[in-house]
């Protein structure tokens, strides 16, 4: 939904930003805290933009995972 509507968006390991939080000196963990926190890593940090995969490579991912289950 938001990159039909041109907006820029990145997905990032939340290791990471949990280490920017403690970069900042953030001790507590809120949503409101994570609300101020996860717009200012975009900022700063700049992490690349995600592309979405074309309709045909999900549904090859998601067949992948498949075989993996049962093989599993």
């Known amino acids: ?42 900022e700063k940090m700049q992490p690349t933009p995600y592309i979405i995969p074309s309709p045909n490579i999900q549904t090859l991912k998601q067949q992948q995972t498949i075989l993996n289950q049962l093989k599993k």
């Open 1 to 42: 939904m938001l990159t039909a509507h041109e907006i820029v968006v990145s997905m990032v390991n939340p290791k990471q930003t949990k280490h920017f939080a403690r970069m900042m000196l953030v001790v507590t963990k809120t949503d409101e805290v994570d609300a101020q926190l996860i717009p200012l890593y975009g």
